[in-house]
């Protein structure tokens, strides 16, 4: 018998072994989607009379600062990320090797403790403003003009200097895999470096671009930390302002809904943006692609231009937290750093497990039923990272707490007793905010791995009598085991470094290193954050560095550089 590409898995189709892999995946979808749904209903109640106000007041501010703060950060972390991108692909200039993989480490630094950084570091008494004052002998803020850190600018500036990376990778990978031939073509009809950039190479790349930005953005859109503290009042702020500061769940959750539309629209546009775009390598011969050796002039220029991303993003912030945490050691064996830092572990590492399980689940899934529901549900399920933490705070908080009184109420009638806050008091409810979130991380990187597995391994092993629970679990699970702890890895750091659904979701009396940092920032106080802050990065630095040695792979065949001068 003849194996066809898209029919090797058809036999457990027909055995029926395939409906169980169906129900799971769409009950995940369910799951996953149950907090927008429930955002829908609290916002559309009937009893609810708050959107003449929000319309008339808040929503009109907060989608214009959002506007202007999105387009800020898509400009800053494009620039950025397709140069830097451009200059280590195709340009070679002392330190290119460097650059490569450091234009990543920015990634490992929270939006939130940058900003922190920053505001300390270009205060009126921060080294910048103290720097001037001194060189110049000035005595008071009145004698020069500095420019004001808490506002709308600064908030860009944060969030582009740390959002970058995404773009880079993506553009990055995108101008590896470019046809050497086409870029030959170009320079044989007269195309220079820049002329070659414009008109070649940067349309080829530009549906990865896309995708880049568009990520971006969905982290910008997700923050509160660094916006609550430069004092930008975007719609994530908004529903956090609306829900606990003024007490109206119901105008968070209509504000919440103006995100997703925001959510959506972005999606939209990524996908329309990009639908046309199809670039194809025609030729299987493998070539280098064509590099530009600078000169010294330009190699300097090069230089600094890969350099200043990385010196603002990671190293002054990193220098600042060093600093500050040196003068903090003492705190190492506090009980509240020990108890935050135990806290952040137990929920990170939890559903970072959940959601290895449950992306094995839907990936093998849709291996076993190439059933067009199942992968309707599957990509359903993998939308969770494009709804920021905000969103899914208020529409999970709802529904838990109505669990737990229901669960409560039956306790004190049938037993006696009463249960309490089970879900919602015990940390339950931050676990299936961050498995929510974090699920499509974990799903691609094991769907990834998956698909280099060959199904004649699964075939053959139903031919010797193994059900499809058996195949997973004897052929394929040993085999994409490295993918299933970068999934669990890439979870972890992410679990550890969010915020915002956190600070909202979290037990009384219950911190993380997220959350004491946010407090220490918000009392002014960041030297007491250092410490948990710099913690917090250090982690993040481990799947940085994986990535760095993973991502590497590309056109690395030796070329002969062209001279640019």
């Known amino acids: 018998m003849t194996l066809v590409a898209g029919e090797q898995m058809q036999p457990l189709t027909r055995r029926g072994n395939g409906r169980g892999w169906l129900v799971a995946v769409t009950l995940t979808a369910a799951l996953v989607l149950a907090p927008i749904a429930a955002i829908a209903v609290i916002a559309f109640e009937p009893s609810t009379a708050v959107w003449h106000h929000l319309i008339t007041t808040v929503l009109p501010r907060a989608v214009a600062t959002t506007a202007w703060l999105m387009l800020g950060v898509g400009l800053m972390t494009g620039v950025i990320g397709v140069g830097t991108a451009w200059l280590v692909t195709m340009c070679r200039f002392p330190g290119r090797r460097l650059f490569d993989w450091a234009l990543l480490v920015p990634l490992a630094v929270p939006t939130y403790i940058v900003a922190y950084a920053y505001v300390d570091i270009l205060n009126y008494t921060g080294p910048v403003q103290s720097a001037i004052r001194a060189l110049f002998g000035f005595e008071t803020s009145r004698d020069y003009w500095f420019p004001e850190v808490r506002s709308l600018p600064g908030a860009i500036f944060v969030m582009g200097l740390v959002l970058y990376p995404y773009v880079y990778l993506t553009a990055r990978a995108s101008f590896l895999m470019q046809s050497a031939c086409v870029l030959d073509v170009s320079r044989t009809l007269g195309a220079g470096p820049l002329r070659l950039f414009f008109r070649v190479a940067l349309p080829m790349a530009r549906p990865a671009i896309a995708v880049g930005v568009s990520l971006a953005l969905m982290e910008c859109l997700n923050d509160i930390g660094a916006v609550e503290f430069f004092g930008v009042k975007t719609l994530t702020f908004s529903v956090y302002d609306t829900w606990l500061n003024r007490g109206s769940l119901a105008g968070a959750a209509q504000i919440a809904c103006a995100m997703l539309i925001v959510v959506f629209a972005l999606l939209w546009m990524e996908r329309h943006g990009r639908r ?21 002039a ?38 509240v750093f020990v108890s935050a830092a135990t806290n952040s572990l137990v929920l990170a590492s939890v559903a970072a497990l959940i959601t290895v399980v449950i992306g094995v689940l839907i990936a093998y899934g849709q291996r076993v039923r190439r059933a067009a529901l199942l992968q309707a549900a599957a990509r359903l399920a993998a939308i969770g990272y494009a709804v920021p933490g905000t969103i899914l705070a208020v529409g999970i908080l709802v529904p838990l707490a109505a669990l737990d009184n229901a669960i409560d109420g039956l306790a004190r009638e049938t037993f006696g007793f009463a249960t309490g806050l089970m879900l ?4 339950a409810a931050l676990v299936y905010a961050y498995s929510t979130r974090f699920l499509a991380a974990s799903f691609g990187t094991i769907e990834a791995g998956l698909a280099k597995v060959s199904p004649h391994l699964d075939m053959a092993a139903r031919t010797l009598g193994r059900n499809s629970l058996k195949t997973l679990w004897q052929i394929d699970l040993p085999i994409i085991r490295p993918a299933m702890m970068s999934a669990a890895l890439l979870v972890f750091v992410d679990c550890m470094k969010e915020l915002p659904a956190t600070i909202l979701l979290r037990p009384f009396n219950f911190e993380t290193l997220s959350t004491t940092v946010y407090a220490a ?6 030297e007491d954050a250092a410490l948990p802050a710099l913690a917090i990065v250090l982690v993040g630095l481990i799947p940085v560095v994986l990535l760095a040695r993973t991502s590497g792979t590309g056109n690395r065949a030796k070329a002969t550089p062209r001279v640019q001068g």
């Open 276 to 296: 046309n775009q199809r670039f194809h390598l025609t030729s299987t011969r493998y070539r280098a692609l064509p590099g530009y050796r600078l000169t010294p």
């Open 298 to 335: 330009w190699s300097a220029a090069a230089l600094f231009a890969c350099a200043l991303p990385v010196l603002l993003g990671f190293v002054m912030p990193a220098l600042l937290l060093a600093d500050f945490a040196s003068r903090r050691l003492d705190s190492l064996s506090s009980s």
């Open 424 to 427: 919602t008091g015990s940390g």
């Open 521 to 526: 920032a918000s009392h002014e106080v960041f």
